[in-house]
């Protein structure tokens, strides 16, 4: 079924088209990541667990292929990765002239001189999401996240330099805790939906079509909501539909070893609001880099902040004309400039 203001108002609002069998227009597919199965899952209880089975993993993946590369950042995630490398391994980076991927610069080539990797810089501009957005838009049949066309120029890269498999981190804030200032709060229905919407599309839009479909499932008596059932179900799946779209239009094999794991036993709440989100993380960064202090979480930087500082927003009559444009984030100005993009080539 095609209904293109739902559509957008889907992509506005979660950066993703969550209905299935929903679509822009007549003949397009969108295509959403499908978690790994419970009973694919593997249970661990302790650092030393996530140790164990990363590695049987990382054997498994190493009796397939010989050259493993790496999206490796500056935080725990991907750094704790790294460490299951061979020496002269591949790690990708991003960097650009902003200045936003410097931290992540600095503590990547710590990793990758500890363990001998190849380090590349994947630099970042406007002409890159002018050129590499159009092509994973038109493989998901849908506006993209900020992170895909970075994620397109990485692989095509790895892809040039010999590399058969990437590994990334992506899923160890939802599975560990990592997402404590969105489970941590004892929401209201109405407080996690304005929270967990990334933009108004009553904002933006000029035919908004209400969202409030996807929340309602997860309300629990008259004004709770089950915000890990949400995030287990319906960040998951945005969250990672992004690096599927991204790596397969690369044609490039991508996993997260992380992705096959769950926790035993309960989120242990008061740990995460004291502080110490995705503790058995932190504990195994601990084991890898005892020389080095823990880092705070650092989601995948993108340049939207500077480049889309002075744009004026879209044109298009989809689109409002009274957009308060100073108000908005740069990586909410991302989305209404992919949007419009999309648009401009689709319809």
Known sequence: MSNKD??????????????????????????????????????VVTSADIDREIQRQMDALYARYDHIGIL????????????????????????????????????????????GLQHHLIDIDFDDFK???????????APVHSIEPQIYKAAIQARKDGVEMVLVGESADLIFGG???????????DAFVRRYTFLDPELVLANPVSQAELYEPYRVGTDGIDVMRFMDEVF?????????????????PYYDPYARLVMAEPLDMQRVRNGEPKYLVRGLYAMK????????????????????????GPTRKEFRKDIPMQELTGNQKWQLWCAEQFLNLFD
Not at 132 to 141: F, G
Not at 179 to 189: A, S, V
Not at 237 to 243: G, H, K, P
């Open 6 to 43: 739902f559509c957008l108002s889907s992509y506005i609002a979660f950066r993703y088209i969550w209905k299935e069998g929903m679509d822009f227009y007549p003949g397009f597919r969108h295509h959403n990541y499908e978690p790994i199965p419970k009973e694919e899952q593997i249970p």
């Open 236 to 252: 998951a799946i945005e969250s990672s539909s992004s690096y599927l779209n991204a790596f397969g239009v690369a044609r490039m």
């Open 179 to 189: 997402m404590d200032k969105l489970i941590t709060p004892e929401w209201t229905f």
């Open 131 to 141: 050129r590499y957005t159009p092509i994973v838009m038109a493989a998901k049949d």
């Open 289 to 312: 880099y005892p020389e080095l202090e823990i880092p705070f979480k650092m989601p995948m930087p993108r340049p939207v902040d500077t480049i889309f500082k002075d744009w004026t």
């Open 72 to 115: 490796l950042s500056g935080g725990m995630d991907s750094a704790n990765l790294a460490a299951y490398l061979r020496p002269g391994s591949h790690a990708y980076t991003f960097t650009s002239d902003t200045g936003v991927f410097d931290a992540d610069v600095e503590r990547a080539a710590k990793y990758c001189r500890k363990f």
